[in-house]
């Protein structure tokens, strides 16, 4: 492969892990540097790093309860215009329109329940499967207005 063909090509991984806190540690690290070697802006890299951490986590907690027995998988795909993410546990799954908004004043204090909440405000895309066990998220480089309205 040429050299301008490597730095367009996809970045792609697919990593599958126990349900054990810090297990997705390398794989993480590894999104972020290929994030910073296609030249993606730290504010982009900070949200997919936040929305990888709290679904990872949540694939952990709430998919598989913890039980080490049971894999939590991520594939990402990443180019310079788009990042996709999936995150797949093997739990039952959930309806994602019951999970209750986080900024109800009932629920202010409660110490968890912001996950979903914050992988959709730093996404630009996020959606499920029918199953509720399958987290899909995209993010766009958040320059590309400016860029559109940059003059020539």
């Not at 990593?15 to 296609?38: C, N, Q, R, W």
């Amino acid at each position: 492969m040429f050299e301008k063909e490597k730095k367009f090509a996809n970045w792609t991984c697919e990593e599958v892990f126990p349900s054990i806190s810090g297990k997705a540690a390398p794989l993480i690290d590894a999104v972020l540097k290929k994030m910073t070697e296609k030249k993606w802006a730290p504010k982009d890299i900070f949200a997919v790093n936040m929305a990888l951490v709290e679904s990872i986590a949540n694939a952990i907690e709430h998919g598989n309860q913890h039980d080490p027995e049971k894999h939590v998988s991520v594939y990402c795909t990443i180019s310079e215009k788009l990042v996709h993410i999936s995150v797949k546990d093997e739990g039952p799954g959930f309806v994602s329109q019951s999970v209750p908004d986080p900024r109800n004043s009932e629920r202010m204090t409660c110490p968890s329940g912001r996950g979903v909440f914050l992988i959709h405000g730093f996404m630009s895309k996020v959606w499920f499967s029918d199953s509720g066990n399958v987290i899909y998220m995209e993010k766009f480089p958040s320059d590309k207005k400016a860029a559109q309205k940059a003059p020539a």
